[in-house]
């Protein structure tokens, strides 16, 4: 089945000590998301590329960072995690042909900051 | 910009009762809708979306949802829910055309359904 695959599913860290989260997708989809989802609040979008093309969000910090190698692969790089972003971390993926698109979303990867 | 406001943070249940979770929202802008379901330590899912047309939207699991301009809202129901629609559920509203694409979710509402 096509899908979109995160890992790790659950990644703990120390405060300070930079961390790469992954995504695939096997949907071929032009663009993919980076969300935010704190415990009970709603997913916020960290970032996104369309193709290579990479779109910041205003209020994301500069701890920050996303690189998209290929059409398959997406990292979130947070350079030194601090006790607030402890979270689940959401990749998602659509076409890319307007905002109609459906955004298909990975399982999600559970971040602890020690 | 766009807000999403669903009032209800809880929503518990009885088995086969059933069920409207609300959602309204807030745009200068015509808007796409959509309502997507997050079961327990999985990614969200689309349960169904707005485009055009009908403002009645069915889609999977039982659950549809209807789109009222004049209330701002886009409540979704389900007539006779099950064990296993326990999960958060979200609205969210991304503005029509191409190229902006960023969803904009509301605080999700928690369904606990009771045996």
């Known amino acids: ?114 | 910009a766009q807000s999403v406001t669903q009032l209800d943070s809880q929503v518990p249940v009885f088995e086969e009762a059933p069920v409207e979770l609300r959602c309204n929202y807030s745009s200068s802008v015509s808007v796409y809708l959509f309502w997507y379901v997050q079961y327990p330590n999985q990614g969200l899912q689309l349960l169904l979306k707005y485009l055009s047309g009908s403002t009645l939207v069915k889609g999977i699991n039982g659950f549809e949802a209807e789109f009222n301009k004049s209330q701002t809202s886009f409540h979704l129901r389900k007539p006779s829910v099950h064990i296993s629609d326990t999960a958060e559920y979200f609205c969210a509203v991304i503005p029509g055309g191409f190229g902006n694409e960023k969803l904009t979710f509301g605080t999700g509402t928690r369904l606990t359904i009771i045996p």
Request: charged share 20%; hydrophobic share 30%; net charge neutral.
């Open chain 1, 1 to 114: 089945d096509a899908m979109v695959i995160q890992n790790p599913r659950y990644q703990v860290t120390q405060f300070g000590k930079p961390v790469t989260l992954s995504c695939s997708q096997t949907l071929n989809h032009n663009v993919m998301y980076w969300y935010q989802q704190k415990s009970s609040q709603a997913p916020k979008l960290l970032f996104h590329y369309y193709d290579k093309d990479f779109n910041n969000e205003a209020d994301t910090p500069d701890n920050f960072q996303s690189r998209r190698p290929n059409t398959s692969f997406c990292f979130l790089d947070i350079r030194s995690p601090g006790l607030g972003d402890a979270a689940m971390y959401l990749c998602a993926t659509s076409r890319g042909e307007g905002s109609a698109d459906t955004q298909y979303f990975g399982p999600g990867t559970r971040l602890t900051v020690l």
